[in-house]
């Protein structure tokens, strides 16, 4: 939009100030993608996207427009994934990136650095959350938490960027992003009132979830649940034999349930806390698996970020009920 002729226009003063707003919440947007406007070789624009979370989000977005590939399947852990000569092709052949950021692809750095240097169109999911709404890490606050995918709203703001950079790439295919945006949001929203609805099932005392890493502290504030984590937000970080004590002992005095096992993460650390709450004299049970940093795979039934959510709340409520 030309701001010359915003100038000169007559529109009343609320109307200028309503679409300079708007104007800049579209650029807010934008200012985490690459700037170009790729060539329609008259295809599917061929993106991919590093977690699961994301493939299915673009997916979700993207629909027929785009051809979606994921570099790791589900129960892969994206602190530790070390990007394959085949991972660096795929992204190199793709039309657009998309990676979560906040160092969660921990060991992908130097790769995403040299799609940049190469100019290749990337999407970062972190460029679009307010920084206000991200978590430091409680051990170490130059870092932020990556599970941003956790708070369902959180995921609405990285939906609407990813749209809107999509958007930018391909002009020609920005009223299907735009339409299977509205609808995919219509669908959070239905999503974040389910969770809502399970977690007020449980008394106050029993919202304690226990689990292998540090993943659910976004869920914990956006649904006021306690979030203890045998590991740091990444699981880098051993767990001690100190952490493994003290958080048996926290569960035996306040009576917890339920523990849980991740998907992407070995259950040894969780089965040797159910053993340490045990020895205290308190029978703690391990309440099923949850999905950290990856969704379920098809036979679960889980494959979708959604469903993949509802899994893990039914898991929660169901066992600290």
């Not at 070789?41 to 993106?47: D, I, M, P």
Request: charged fraction near 20%.
């Amino acid at each position: 939009m030309d701001h010359k002729v915003l100038l000169k226009s007559k529109a009343p003063a609320l109307v200028f100030v309503a679409l300079i707003i708007l104007f800049g919440v579209i650029s807010s947007l934008l200012s985490g993608c690459s700037t170009q406007t790729l060539a329609n070789t008259g295809g599917r624009f061929k993106v991919v996207a590093t977690t699961t979370m994301l493939f299915d989000l673009v997916a979700a977005i993207g629909g027929n427009q785009i051809e979606a590939t994921g570099l790791m399947g589900p129960g892969i852990d994206p602190h530790l994934y070390q990007a394959s000569a085949g991972d660096v092709t795929k992204m190199l052949k793709a039309d657009v990136v998309v990676y979560n950021g906040l160092r969660l692809e921990g060991k992908m750095g130097d790769e995403f650095a040299y799609l940049s240097e190469q100019g290749k169109f990337v999407i970062c999911a972190e460029d679009g959350v307010d920084s206000a709404k991200l978590l430091a890490d409680e051990n170490n606050p130059d870092i932020y938490d990556p599970h941003i995918w956790f708070d369902v709203s959180i995921w609405k703001d990285v939906a609407g960027h990813v749209a809107a950079c999509l958007s930018k790439a391909d002009p020609a295919g920005t009223g299907v992003y735009s339409s299977n945006l509205e609808k995919y949001l219509a669908e959070l929203d239905e999503l974040d009132q389910y969770i809502r609805e399970r977690v007020e099932e449980l008394p106050e005392q029993q919202r304690v979830l226990v689990t292998a890493h540090d993943a659910f502290r976004y869920f914990g504030v956006a649904y006021k649940v306690k979030v203890m984590g045998l590991q740091g937000v990444s699981t880098d970080a051993e767990a001690g034999t100190a952490d493994v004590s003290n958080l048996a002992e926290y569960i035996a005095r306040n009576r917890i349930k339920a523990i849980f096992v991740e998907s992407s993460v070995p259950p040894k650390n969780i089965e040797a806390l159910r053993d340490a709450v045990e020895a205290r004299g308190f029978a703690v049970k391990i309440g099923g698996q949850l999905y950290s940093d990856s969704l379920g795979d098809e036979a679960s039934g889980h494959n979708t970020y959604i469903l993949t959510l509802k899994a893990n709340i039914d898991a929660i409520a169901n066992a600290l009920k």
